[in-house]
C-alpha cells in the first residue's frame, strides 16, 4: 500500500515554545514528504508497493538500503507526531505504563535519564527508543532512520535526534531538546497504547 503523508494531529504552533511551528513546518511539511515520495517510488521499483509500511522495513533491511532508509524513516515519523502533544510530558503516566517502567526500568527518574542519554550519546542522526523486548521495556538508540522492528522489538516511545529536529529550536543542544520532550512533549496516552498493542 502507498506510503502516505499523515496530517499533524495538532497545529503547527501548539507545541511551542518547546518545538516551534518553523520546526514542525520544515520537519514535517519537508522532511517527512521527502521520506513518503521516495519510499513510494523505491518501493514501487523494488516490487513492494503493496506492503504495509512494517513489511518493507522488514524485507529491505540488509537487502535495499535507500529504501529501507526512507521506509523506516515513514514509519518514523508517523508515530513521533503522535508520540508528542500540547501540555504531555512529565511524570503523569497511566498506572498500567508506570507499573512497567518501576518494574522493567527502575522508575521514572532512571527511565529520563537513560533515554535523555541514549538520545544524546546517538552519534549523528538516529533516535532514542523505549521498546517492548520479549514482553519487557528497553531503552535502545539507532542510526539514521532504523528502529526496533529489525532487532525483535516494537517500539512505543521514540525520539529524532536527527539535527532537523531540534536545530532551529536548541542549535546545538541536543540534552536540553531531549529534557523539554521528556518534560513538556510525551503523550503518555499514545505511549500507552502502543504498549497494549506490544503487550497483547
Do not use: C
Not at 539514521?144 to 535526534?161: K, S
Not at 543542544?173 to 510525551?186: Q, S, T
Amino acid at each position: 500500500m502507498a506510503f502516505v503523508l499523515p496530517e499533524l494531529p495538532y497545529a503547527y504552533d501548539a507545541l511551542a515554545p518547546y518545538m516551534s511551528a518553523e520546526t514542525l513546518e520544515y520537519h514535517h511539511d519537508k522532511h517527512h514528504k521527502a521520506y513518503v515520495d521516495t519510499g513510494n517510488k523505491l518501493a514501487s521499483e523494488a516490487g513492494m508497493g503493496d506492503l504495509s509500511v512494517e513489511e518493507v522495513i522488514k524485507k529491505s533491511y540488509g537487502t535495499h538500503q535507500t529504501l529501507f532508509n526512507n521506509a523506516g524513516q515513514h514509519y518514523n515519523h508517523i508515530h513521533f507526531w503522535n508520540w508528542m502533544k500540547k501540555d504531555g510530558g512529565g511524570t503523569k503516566l497511566p498506572g498500567k505504563l508506570q507499573q512497567a517502567i518501576d518494574s522493567d526500568l527502575g522508575g521514572y527518574d532512571k527511565f529520563k535519564s537513560d533515554f535523555v542519554a541514549a538520545g544524546t550519546t546517538q552519534f549523528g542522526s538516529g533516535w532514542a527508543w523505549l521498546s517492548v523486548k520479549n514482553g519487557k521495556l528497553e531503552i535502545s538508540k539507532t542510526p539514521n532512520g532504523e528502529n526496533p522492528l529489525v532487532h525483535g522489538a516494537d517500539p512505543i516511545l521514540g525520539v529524532d535526534v536527527w539535527e532537523h529536529s531540534y536545530y532551529i529550536d536548541y542549535r546545538n543542544a541536543r540534552p536540553k531538546y531531549l529534557e523539554a520532550f521528556v518534560d513538556n512533549l510525551i503523550n503518555w496516552d499514545y505511549v500507552l497504547e502502543r504498549y497494549e498493542v506490544a503487550t497483547k
